[in-house]
């Protein structure tokens, strides 16, 4: 019975990888692509990592679909995100050619799939308010085929890439959450933020708080998810391990760190992700 007791936090613990069957991820993008010209762009690798190099209390934005293969999904702009993404503010003409990474993931109780999305379009020259779009899509299988059944845009300010894509067990209950690092910026600040999916019904969103910030040179912080403490409180609190280099704008030496706890449902904007994901509206 004891072997119960450790088994129990290591599948908490454990991610759940994605999908890696090639047939399967192609169906997926004729799903939520449909009609589009789909093909592999084996001439294509895509890196938006930041910097280079991680370094030891620094702001640190690995890209999290770095290694994965890049598509050519060739069509016209499907809504008003796109369009934005796709738009060229010199000639004016906009790209129908996107460049797409994706990760597709078995959805709770073998429903269905969710996919996580990152893409832009080829040769485009848009504005900061959209440049890349990064987008959640829930998949069912209808008839013996696949069709979207759910759709969420992430934030689209200044975003140019993912960080972190994790399915896995925070509650320790038979549930899997999604957690997703979503980079963002503008005036005079870069930052990433959080967030936490519950796939059920459609794609919930549970949790967000900004995990890594700077601000000119007021303001700068890292948080990283402590997921024994979040599992060890059942999922009720999100915890974090905080590191604080700037605040007020006095450095601190040696860097800040404490730990911390945040109220599942404590920090999320409804209207602002409602208002954005209007954006997905053909």
């Not at 129990?8 to 991610?15: G, I, N, Q």
């Not at 679909?65 to 004016?92: C, F, H, P, W």
């Not at 709770?108 to 308010?129: H, I, K, R």
Request: glycine share 6%.
């Amino acid at each position: 019975m004891r072997y119960v007791f450790f088994l129990l936090p290591a599948l908490a613990l454990a991610d759940i990888p994605a999908i890696p069957d090639e047939a399967l991820r192609m169906t997926a993008l004729h799903a939520i692509f449909p009609g589009m010209r789909i093909s592999p762009a084996p001439d294509k690798r895509i890196d938006d990592s930041w910097p280079e190099g991680p370094s030891p209390n620094a702001l640190n934005a690995p890209d999290a679909l770095a290694k994965e293969n890049v598509y050519r999904v060739t069509g016209s702009a499907m809504n008003e995100a796109e369009k934005q993404a796709s738009d060229q503010i010199i000639t004016g003409k906009r790209s129908s050619t996107r460049l797409v990474r994706f990760q597709i993931f078995p959805w709770p109780g073998n429903t269905g799939m969710l996919a996580v999305l990152q893409y832009n379009f080829e040769d485009a020259l848009p504005s900061m308010a959209c440049p890349t779009i990064g987008l959640l899509v829930q998949l069912a299988q209808v008839s013996g085929g696949w069709e979207v059944r759910d759709r969420y845009l992430l934030e689209t300010m200044y975003h140019f890439s993912l960080k972190t894509i994790r399915m896995l067990n925070l509650t320790g209950e038979s549930e899997d959450q999604l957690v997703i690092e979503s980079d963002f910026g503008g005036a005079e600040t870069w930052g990433t933020n959080l967030m936490i999916f519950r796939p059920g019904p459609k794609i919930e969103q549970v949790f967000e708080t900004t995990s890594q910030i700077v601000y000119k040179t007021e303001d700068m912080f890292t948080q990283t998810l402590d997921i024994p403490r979040t599992v060890d409180l059942d999922g009720t609190q999100v915890c974090f391990t905080k590191t604080t280099m700037f605040e007020n704008g006095q450095p601190l030496i040696p860097v800040a760190v404490s730990h911390i706890c945040y109220s599942l449902n404590g920090e999320i904007d409804g209207k602002e992700a409602e208002r954005r994901n209007k954006m997905l509206l053909p």
